[in-house]
């Protein structure tokens, strides 16, 4: 059981520590294909007694309470102080940040953001902020009225978990976001399944007409990989690429690529 305030004392003690997940352009990108495009940043708790907690077993605790405002912002600090000191080993290297459906409701949030970037002196277009669908939908107008502040810092925005919620390509034409992420469950039953092939292949196209870039998320095999490059998606993530890791293993993964 998870106590709120156990969760407070871990915010407060720096309990809490960033796992990089790579990510890599299939399709081109500023150094051809195969060239880091930028890192996902996961949240670990490194438990006093309880060792390394996995995000799902907190994040949805945090959710529910106050506590994912000072979290979230936590978690952006970190991260944009992250990519700025990566810009050394990669220049033009991106981070990605999971936001909740509660700071989409929060109209200090897009303030906040810019603060961070200024602080750490970071290009805002290196950051990018992943909202899933259900958090745009649990109150469409004030998030809608947040992503385009967002937006207006010049941060990137993308639609995580793509293809598990109810949101039409006419609406996501609606807001102004960069990137769709299409769901780990499809991009993992792709190589067997035909029907997943063809629904993979139609989120890309319709995605591109759309000008939006696509991001596949939990690519496990060669296979897998080389049948999204195919289609034209534009960019990677998943454990044939890269397991979420320290920043110090991050550091030696891009001077590996
Ligand atoms: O790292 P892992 O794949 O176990 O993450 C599980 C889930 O937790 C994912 O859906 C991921 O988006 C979410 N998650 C990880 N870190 C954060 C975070 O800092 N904030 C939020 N809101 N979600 C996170
Ligand atoms: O979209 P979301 O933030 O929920 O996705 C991140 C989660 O997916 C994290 O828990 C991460 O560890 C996990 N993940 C990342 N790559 C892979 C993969 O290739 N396969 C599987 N099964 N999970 C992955
Ligand atoms: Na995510």
Redesign the pocket.
């Known amino acids: 059981l998870l106590l709120r305030g156990e969760l407070r004392t871990a915010l407060a003690q720096g309990q809490f520590l960033l796992h990089l997940?790579p990510k890599i352009f299939l399709n081109g990108g500023p150094g051809g294909s195969g060239g880091p495009m930028g890192f996902?940043a996961?949240t670990r708790w490194a438990h006093p007694e309880r060792g390394m907690i996995?995000?799902?077993r907190f994040i949805p605790v945090i959710e529910v309470s106050d506590l994912i405002h000072p979290f979230t912002l936590w978690v952006v600090d970190q991260a944009v102080a992250c990519c700025a000191r990566l810009q050394a080993v990669h220049p033009g290297v991106g981070m990605a940040v999971?936001v909740s459906a509660r700071n989409l409701l929060d109209g200090h949030f897009p303030g906040q953001v810019g603060d961070a970037l200024r602080r750490h002196g970071l290009a805002p277009a290196l950051l990018e902020l992943?909202v899933t669908e259900s958090a745009i939908m649990a109150d469409p107008a004030r998030a809608l009225e947040t992503l385009h502040a967002l937006s207006a810092l010049g941060v990137r925005l993308s639609i995580?978990?793509f293809g598990t919620g109810y949101s039409s390509f006419a609406y996501l034409n609606r807001l102004p976001v960069n990137a769709l992420?299409i769901?780990?469950s499809f991009v993992?039953g792709m190589a067997a399944d035909t029907d997943m092939r063809a629904i993979v292949r139609s989120i890309i196209e319709m995605s591109h007409t759309l000008g939006l870039m696509v991001i596949a998320?939990?690519?496990?095999t060669q296979e897998t990989l080389d049948l999204l490059r195919g289609m034209g998606c534009d960019v990677g993530?998943?454990?044939?690429i890269g397991?979420?890791a320290p920043e110090s293993s991050a550091e030696d993964w891009l001077r590996d690529h």
């Open positions: 997940q996902e996961l996995p995000p799902d999971n992943e995580d978990d992420k769901d780990q993992a998320e939990g690519i496990e993530q998943g454990y044939f397991y979420p």
